[in-house]
């Protein structure tokens, strides 16, 4: 899963020396992802990682609903689904954020999330080495952009690199 802040806005950390240190809010994500599994037991936790604007996470379903018609609106959720919980785990969040800096209904989140099914040992080993790899490649991210952002804004003769650190 990737869940990602309403206009990418880094709300909840930023990355240090290739680690994410959590914000209050980003405290509240990681809070609320750990009670997650202890309040919906249909699902486990897995791989887990809370970034500046946006959280991974490796969710599994214990409970397989039927698959078929079941009659239900299109816009009904499946109850111990990946989209209840998504429901849930956002609207929680939400509602503690909002209140401690006094911001009724403002939306933390985008409006959807991304989901990938995971369907053998090769593809979670990936995804877990994405997931704690993420605040490096975050930070890796972070320096490219600040030399991209130095070498056009002009380089008058300078290497990226002098650049760099002359900033």
């Known amino acids: 899963m990737t869940i990602c802040a309403r206009d990418r806005e880094c ?10 240190r959590l914000s209050e809010f980003g405290t509240i994500v990681e809070a609320e992802w750990a009670r997650s599994s202890e309040i919906r037991k249909e699902i486990e936790m897995d791989e887990f990682i809370v970034m500046p604007n946006h959280v991974h996470g490796i969710v599994t379903i214990k409970w ?3 698959v078929g018609a079941n009659g ?3 816009l009904q959720m499946t109850p111990k689904s ?8 956002k609207s929680s969040v939400t509602k503690i954020i909002n209140e401690q800096r ?8 985008q409006r959807s999330y991304y989901e990938h099914v995971i369907r053998n040992e090769e593809d ?13 490649n975050g930070l890796m991210m972070k320096i490219i952009r ?7 804004a002009g380089a008058n003769g300078r290497s990226p690199l002098q650049i760099f650190y002359d900033h």
């Open 72 to 74: 239900r609106s299109p």
């Open 64 to 66: 397989h609903p039927p």
């Open 124 to 136: 979670l080993d990936r995804i877990r080495k994405y997931i704690v790899e993420n605040p490096l």
């Open 82 to 89: 990946i989209s209840s919980f998504m429901s849930g785990f």
């Open 102 to 109: 006094n911001t009724p209904a403002l939306p933390v989140w």
């Open 11 to 20: 709300l909840f950390g930023d990355i240090f020396d290739g680690e994410m």
């Open 146 to 152: 600040r030399i991209l952002s130095i070498v056009i």
